[in-house]
């Protein structure tokens, strides 16, 4: 009987010390711990190279955050918050006000500008600074585009996307229909370009006489004073390259009989009759140089025979804006964003869009290039014939033309 006790104390202790062992040394591997147990809702799974999860559970939902990193391709993928979103768009809001506000500041720098020079602080004089509106014949008025239903005034200048904004103003004033629909065009794009040159698609100060009588001049007025009216401009220099590029670069009948026929005859040392025809003279490499152009425009003959031709005829003398208040001055060298804020201060920017623009444009680097066979003494001579543009709209004097 004692040794049977024996026996059973022994196997006790045997077990408890084989259970002591276990315990240690499971503990030492991180097998097995003897910890209290930890709330289900903190514990974090350990981080591994590649990814982290977190996982948070609740009674009546589960919600799961992954920020997920591939060493492989560099690519980080996390998700935004609710307040990251909202952070993100009030940032965008603000730099929306701001660019808003700096287009704004940019209009009035514009206008002041054209009020001082006008006012005689500027360095250009010219014809008609102090001419008030009343005295501007009706014939110098016919670049003021009207359109009553938006109450806009519109001065075309041409080669200054004029093209693209008259076709805004025939769809704003429905003034053509489409023979495809059967009614008023609504989409710019689709006025087809050659038609919104015609002249009786637009009504402008010149026509005012004819349907108003001796209303007319009064009602200009109310309309000046109470309309939106805006313009477009460029460097006068890139301005006449693109207006010869466009007219006599190629062949042009019209342009050719009036006008490239005259500088031939007057500074080409052409010996001979010319060919009738724009088609003949290029075919047989006859056609007015860049040079000849110049002349022509700084020979005084020029305009007592005619006035200036509207693609070259300088701003203020198509737009008045001594006369005028312009509430916009855009420029074509920023027309995309330009386009966009007058649509917008217009209000009609939920009706349209504005055209994309041409992909050919003259740009103000070719100027060098363009003027470098004429003489200095001729260049310095058409700036002063353009200077009042350059100094109306802020464009600062051509230094690699003019002085070099």
Not at 11 to 16: A, E, K, Y
Not at 27 to 36: A, C, N, R
Not at 97 to 120: A, H, L
Not at 245 to 257: A, I, Q
Request: hydrophobic share 35%; with cysteine.
């Amino acid at each position: 009987m004692g040794t049977w006790r024996g026996l059973r104390v022994a196997f006790i202790l045997g077990s408890l010390f084989m259970i002591l062992l276990i315990i240690v040394y499971w503990d030492d591997v991180g097998g097995f711990k003897l910890y209290p147990l930890q709330d289900p809702k903190h514990e974090s799974l350990p981080s591994a190279c590649c990814s982290q999860l977190t996982v948070t559970t609740s009674r009546t939902q589960t919600r799961s955050t992954f920020n997920v990193s591939t060493t492989a391709s560099n690519a980080t993928l996390i998700p935004k918050t609710a307040g990251q979103e909202e952070d993100e768009k009030e940032k965008q809001e603000q730099r929306k006000e701001d660019g808003e506000k700096e287009r704004n500041k940019e209009q009035e720098r514009r206008k002041q500008r054209i009020m001082d020079v006008c006012s005689g602080r500027g360095a250009a004089e010219f014809p008609g600074r102090t001419r008030p509106f009343e005295q501007i014949p009706n014939r110098e008025l016919d670049h003021l585009i009207v359109d009553d239903t938006h109450q806009i005034i519109y001065c075309y200048v041409p080669k200054v996307a004029c093209t693209n904004w008259k076709r805004v103003m025939v769809v704003l004033s429905q003034s053509l229909i489409s023979p495809s629909s059967g009614k008023p065009y609504t989409d710019p794009e689709a006025v087809p370009p050659d038609l919104v040159h015609n002249s009786s698609l637009h009504l402008t100060f010149a026509k005012f006489w004819r349907h108003y009588g001796s209303l007319s001049r009064h009602l200009m007025a109310l309309k000046l004073q109470h309309y939106t009216k805006f313009l477009f401009v460029r460097d006068p220099f890139v301005r006449l390259i693109s207006a010869f590029r466009n007219k006599f670069g190629r062949p042009n009948e019209d342009f050719y009989k009036q006008f490239g026929s005259v500088m031939l005859r007057r500074y080409g040392n052409v010996s001979g009759s010319l060919p009738e025809t724009a088609a003949e003279a290029f075919a047989t490499g006859i056609k007015p140089t860049f040079h000849q152009f110049i002349t022509y425009l700084l020979d005084p003959e020029t305009e007592r025979e005619s006035i200036f031709n509207e693609h070259w005829r300088q701003v203020y003398r198509l737009c008045h804006p001594c006369q005028v208040k312009y509430d916009f001055i855009g420029r074509l060298e920023t027309l995309e964003t330009d386009a966009e804020h007058l649509l917008k201060l217009l209000e009609v920017d939920d009706l349209l869009r504005f055209p994309s623009g041409a992909r050919n444009r003259t740009a103000a680097s070719w100027e060098r290039d363009w003027f470098a066979q004429i003489p200095i003494t001729t260049r310095r001579k058409l700036y002063k014939l353009y200077e009042p543009d350059f100094e109306l709209f802020g464009y600062p004097e051509p230094d690699s033309v003019v002085h070099r």
